[in-house]
Protein backbone atom coordinates (compact mmCIF):
# COMPACT_ATOMS: atom_id res chain seq x y z
CA UNK A 1 0.00 0.00 0.00
CA UNK A 2 2.62 2.40 0.92
CA UNK A 3 4.28 1.77 -2.28
CA UNK A 4 1.37 2.65 -4.51
CA UNK A 5 1.03 6.14 -2.48
CA UNK A 6 4.46 6.67 -2.99
CA UNK A 7 4.07 6.51 -6.95
CA UNK A 8 0.87 9.02 -6.72
CA UNK A 9 2.81 11.04 -4.72
CA UNK A 10 5.38 11.01 -6.69
CA UNK A 11 3.40 11.90 -10.01
CA UNK A 12 1.33 14.45 -8.59
CA UNK A 13 4.53 16.23 -7.23
CA UNK A 14 5.80 16.06 -11.20
CA UNK A 15 2.85 17.25 -12.39
CA UNK A 16 2.82 20.18 -9.86
CA UNK A 17 6.35 20.74 -10.88
CA UNK A 18 5.14 20.58 -15.09
CA UNK A 19 2.63 23.31 -13.84
CA UNK A 20 4.97 26.00 -13.06
CA UNK A 21 7.35 25.29 -16.22
CA UNK A 22 6.01 27.91 -19.65
CA UNK A 23 5.42 24.53 -22.00
CA UNK A 24 2.80 22.62 -20.22
CA UNK A 25 -0.06 25.10 -20.04
CA UNK A 26 -2.14 22.38 -21.12
CA UNK A 27 -2.01 21.14 -17.48
CA UNK A 28 -3.50 24.30 -16.46
CA UNK A 29 -6.43 23.89 -18.13
CA UNK A 30 -7.38 20.72 -16.59
CA UNK A 31 -6.55 21.39 -13.54
CA UNK A 32 -6.70 25.70 -12.77
CA UNK A 33 -6.55 25.73 -8.99
CA UNK A 34 -2.52 25.39 -9.80
CA UNK A 35 -2.58 28.90 -12.02
CA UNK A 36 -3.25 30.49 -8.92
CA UNK A 37 -0.25 29.40 -7.53
CA UNK A 38 3.02 31.17 -7.51
CA UNK A 39 5.48 29.47 -9.55
CA UNK A 40 7.68 29.53 -6.05
CA UNK A 41 5.46 27.67 -4.56
CA UNK A 42 4.69 25.46 -7.22
CA UNK A 43 8.43 24.18 -7.28
CA UNK A 44 8.52 23.99 -4.10
CA UNK A 45 5.27 21.99 -3.26
CA UNK A 46 6.02 19.74 -6.05
CA UNK A 47 9.64 19.04 -4.71
CA UNK A 48 7.78 18.38 -1.49
CA UNK A 49 5.79 15.89 -3.20
CA UNK A 50 8.09 13.88 -4.82
CA UNK A 51 10.45 13.46 -2.30
CA UNK A 52 7.91 12.40 -0.05
CA UNK A 53 6.70 9.96 -2.93
CA UNK A 54 10.70 8.58 -2.96
CA UNK A 55 11.13 8.18 0.70
CA UNK A 56 7.92 6.24 1.19
CA UNK A 57 8.66 4.26 -2.08
CA UNK A 58 12.36 3.42 -0.66
CA UNK A 59 11.21 2.83 2.79
CA UNK A 60 8.64 0.00 1.67
CA UNK A 61 10.92 -2.53 1.20
CA UNK A 62 9.61 -5.02 -1.03
CA UNK A 63 10.25 -8.86 -1.13
CA UNK A 64 13.21 -9.77 1.13
CA UNK A 65 14.51 -13.06 1.20
CA UNK A 66 15.10 -15.43 3.90
CA UNK A 67 18.46 -16.18 4.79
CA UNK A 68 19.74 -19.94 4.28
CA UNK A 69 21.47 -21.35 7.02
CA UNK A 70 23.40 -24.78 6.34
CA UNK A 71 22.14 -28.11 7.86
CA UNK A 72 25.55 -30.16 9.23
CA UNK A 73 25.79 -33.86 9.51
CA UNK A 74 28.68 -34.39 11.30
CA UNK A 75 31.07 -32.12 9.75
CA UNK A 76 29.85 -31.87 6.29
CA UNK A 77 26.72 -29.75 5.21
CA UNK A 78 23.89 -31.84 3.68
CA UNK A 79 21.51 -28.74 2.87
CA UNK A 80 20.35 -25.54 3.54
CA UNK A 81 17.32 -24.46 4.98
CA UNK A 82 15.76 -20.95 4.98
CA UNK A 83 15.65 -19.26 8.55
CA UNK A 84 13.56 -16.11 9.17
Request: glycine residues 16%; hydrophobic residues 45%.
Amino acid sequence: MNRMIGYILSIAGLVVLASGIKGFEIILKFLPFLSSLSKTYSIIGGLVLVVTGIVMLRGSGGGKQAVEVPIYKGKNIVGYRRHR
